[in-house]
Every structure is written in C-alpha cells, then in structure tokens.
C-alpha cells in the first residue's frame, strides 16, 4: 500500500526479481536537475522528506567547483516539461508522470505545476527518509478548482499561520487558498483607499487584541502560495457580514450612527443598504482595491446569509458587485445565494448549505452559464465537529466524521445540476471556535485529505478503508511537519 493522498490516476507498482515485495531505490540524497525557478520547491519537498539535496544543476552556473558531500551516491531526479506526460486520456494542464527506477527518478509534466505535483507525490512516496518503492505514477486531477475556504476574521490567524495553511493544502495537491477576510468581527485585510478599516481589524471573537494584513503581507502571502502553484481568492463579504465595516463607518448605516464592536458568533444581522449614498463608493473602493491588489483570476464578494433583506434589494447587490469585479478584470464568485440575483455566465457559486428548496434556482443559474463550487457543510465543513462530544467546533451542519468528509460525491450534490457545471470542490474551516494553529490543523487534518481526494481521484477508485489505511501512513509525515492532527477512530494510527 503506498501512502499516496489523493490516489493518482494510475499507479503500477515494480515487484522485486524475486518477487519477495515491493522493489525499492536507496535515496541517500539527491541530485536534483530541474528548471530553475522550481529548484527551490522541489528541495522542499524533498526536505521535507528528510533526503540530502546536493546541489542543483539549473543549467545557469549554479554547479560548484567542488561535489559536496555525498554527491558521490546522489540519485538523479530529472523534472522536465513534456507534453506527453500523464495518464494517455488527459488533457489536464496539471498531468504529469514521475518514474522511480533502479536508475533513478524522473517527473515529466505538461507544465510546472505538474512538476512540483510530481514531487510532492514522490515526497509522500518516502516514508523512511532513505529510500522510495520503485514505481510509475500517470497522475492528473478530476477537477481543476481543488480549494480551502479559511476564516481569519472569526479568530484572526496571521501570514505566519496562513503561510503553514498554504503548505498543507499544497501537499494535497490543492490550488485554491480562499480567504475569507471581513465579517461582523473584524476587518483583516488594509484597503488603500480606506484606511479608515484598520480601526476594526483589533477585534475577534471573545474579544482580545487580532490584526490584519498589510498590502505588503498580502503581496507577500500571495507570491508565498504562487510559488507553490496556490491562487488567494480574497474575500469581501456583503452585503451582510458586514458589522466591522459599519463598525468604522457609521455613514453605511440606515441612521448613521456608527455599530458597535461584536465579538460574539451569531449570524445575519448586519447588512448594507442599497439606496444610501455611501454605499455604492463604498464597495467601488473596496472591490478595486482588492481587485488591483490580487494577483488571481478570482475575488469572492460573499452574498451569505443577508437575513433582513428582501430579494429585489439583494439582487441589486449581486448585480453591482458582480458587475464591479468583472470591471477590474476578474471573475466573480458568491456564496450559493448569489443564486439570487442576476448571475451572469462565468460567474462562480459556492454551494454550503443544504436547500433543497434552491436547487431549482441553481439549476437555473447554471443553464445561464454559472458554475458551482461545491462545499457542503454536511462534508466538506472541516469545522464542524468530528462527534458529539468533540471538544472544538460547531454542529450546524451535523458531525463531520472522516468518513463523511470522504463518502459524498460532488456531481450529485445538488439535484438536476448537469455534471459539467461543476467547477470543482473547496473545504471550508470557520474559526469561530479555533483559537491556535494546533486547533485549526486538528480540524483540518486527516479531513482535508479526505475532501482533496474527493476533488483529485476519479470516482471509481472511491475506498473508504483503503483511504483510512493510508491516512495511517501518512500521520508520520504530518508529524515531521508539525502538523497536529485529530486521532479519529475511524483511522487505525
Ligand atoms: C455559515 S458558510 C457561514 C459562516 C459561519 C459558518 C460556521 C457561510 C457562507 N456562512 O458565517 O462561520 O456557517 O460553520
């Protein structure tokens, strides 16, 4: 069994001469051979591993006039572009192959993303930090939008931490890292042209001095995830979840007066209004800044859970922000309420709760051209707790065991939506019970594995106990990492 999260497309396994077991190559380090702006990844990988790297030919002088040490045993690992590379059926830009021979080891891939896919496969392949079973890995994801939703508004998590979160999701493969980064309790990202929002980033919930990021750590954090092939989707939620906002200006108010500060979990009760004049200057200057600020395709403009509005002024809402992020050359993309409103082809929506009673209006929104990204809260809310006794979490959505994070299959989610219409599947974490980054990754680890493989491994290859099994093997590697990681039952560590 190899501890491989999420299962490739195709994996054919070498079996030694006298068939005593799986065939290994010896990794006493390696000497890498790869196109120079992803030496520095893969060496993470492969550190991560606990194998020596020993020096990097990147073909642009970087050879030393002396071997170092241990060059003499070095295995190649070759990473090259290759069209062919991946399973022969795949056109994914992500497929790639990695070889692992007696002669050593060789990722090809259609593009570079493919490439550091290869090695973090080959990363999970070294379980021992010497050594990796001789194998052939055609690998390519089912869907291309493979994402986290992450709050830092509920508990304010820093670059730092967000950094950490970055690491994970990448090990699985992920592209996505959504933040969602305003809300009733705080307001975490600096808007230039509203400098103002600063007074409410001191605030979470329970109280206690948060922060935010500057633009420069926003910068940061997105070439931080870029290098790692994961796109921030920044989040401005409106037009409810908006209390740190109306915190700061009391002009957004129906009397003007600005809220107070919140610091408590309930949701629903703050909300813009369309017709005040400060309002449509309002999101112009946050959605701009925001657009101009990311480096992706993508800024979410939330639309969850508006309870006290009626739906011609929140269609107007979806109209405005819509039309303002596809201004500044982005694609929109709303909670599934944005269903709503007046969504256009292209436009993405991100299904959470179970409403039986919208799927029509999703289907519909769908016909005219809209795609879902789908993160049930039944499955895919890492922050719902694991049981009923689970000390951290909440229970709106039920209990999310490792096996419900698993068992669910995106295309089926909402009744009548064609298959086509899905984008792809993002776990979402809300912190309004996580306070360290030990609680995050305990809810986060082993069911973020679950959901990446949901959204990677083709249906057919679905086994609960095989996951569990390899979930297992993988724990050693998680703890290397630092990354704690809740024991379920459900798992035999
Ligand atoms: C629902 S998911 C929310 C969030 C909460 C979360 C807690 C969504 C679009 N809205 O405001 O934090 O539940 O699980």
């Known amino acids: 069994m190899l501890p491989l999260i999420p299962w490739p497309t195709e994996v054919i396994e070498a079996t030694d001469a006298s068939d005593r077991g799986a065939a290994r190559l010896p990794l006493p380090a390696v000497q890498l051979d790869a196109p120079a702006d992803l030496t520095a990844v893969v060496a993470e990988q492969l550190a991560a591993a606990g194998v020596p ?9 970087a050879e030393t006039a002396e071997p170092p040490a241990g060059a003499a045993d070095a295995v190649p690992f070759a990473l090259r572009l290759d069209p062919d590379a991946g399973p022969a059926a795949s056109d994914s830009p992500e497929r790639y192959t990695l070889r692992v021979t007696e002669a050593g080891v060789e990722a090809t891939a259609a593009a570079p993303v493919g490439l550091l896919h290869a090695a973090r496969t080959l990363r999970q392949l070294v379980t021992d930090g010497a050594s990796v079973p001789l194998v052939v890995v055609h690998d390519a994801p089912r869907y291309a939008w493979r994402g986290l939703s992450f709050d830092v508004v509920r508990h304010w998590f820093g670059p730092d931490d967000i950094r950490a979160v970055v690491d994970l999701v990448g090990a699985f493969k992920l592209r996505v890292l959504h933040l969602h980064l305003t809300d009733d309790q705080g307001w975490r990202i600096e808007i230039p042209s509203r400098p103002e929002l600063e007074k409410a980033s001191d605030n979470q919930v329970g109280g206690g001095s948060a922060g935010h990021l500057t633009s420069a750590d926003y910068a940061a954090l997105q070439e931080y995830a870029a290098a790692r092939f994961v796109t921030i989707v920044p989040e ?3 037009p409810g979840h908006v209390n740190a906002a109306t915190h700061v200006y009391g002009a957004l108010t129906a009397d003007g007066l600005a809220t107070d500060a919140y610091d408590g979990i309930e949701v629903g009760f703050s909300r813009l209004w369309f017709d005040n004049p400060a309002t449509e200057p309002f999101l112009r200057d946050v959605i701009g800044d925001l657009a101009r600020m990311t480096h992706g395709e993508w800024v979410h403009v939330g639309g969850d859970e508006v309870l006290t509005m009626d739906h011609a002024e929140f269609a107007r809402f979806v109209d405005l922000a819509q039309r303002i992020v596809r201004e500044h050359g982005k694609t929109p993309i709303f909670w599934q309420e944005g269903a709503r409103g007046p969504v256009e082809a292209g436009t993405l929506l991100q299904y959470w709760e179970p409403k039986g009673e919208e799927f029509d209006r999703f289907v519909a929104a769908a016909e005219s051209g809209a795609r879902f990204v789908m993160s049930p809260g039944n499955h895919a809310y890492l922050d719902m707790k694991y ?6 979490g909440l229970e709106w959505a039920g209990h999310v065991e490792l096996r419900d994070s698993y068992a669910w299959e995106p295309s089926a989610v909402i009744d009548g939506l064609p298959p086509a219409a899905v984008e792809g599947v993002s776990a979402a974490v809300w912190t309004e019970t996580l306070t360290t980054r030990d609680e995050l990754f305990s809810m986060l680890l082993p069911r973020l594995g679950a959901v990446a493989e949901v959204a990677w491994s083709a249906p057919e290859h679905k086994d609960f106990d095989g996951f569990a ?25």
């Open 53 to 61: 790297v020993v020096g990097a030919s990147t073909g642009a002088g």
């Open 236 to 238: 401005f939620d409106m």
């Open 387 to 392: 049981t009923p006794e689970h000390p951290l």
């Open 469 to 493: 099994a390899r979930t297992a093997a993988a724990a050693p590697a998680w703890r290397s990492a630092g990354w704690a990681f809740h024991q379920t039952p459900q798992v035999a560590w």
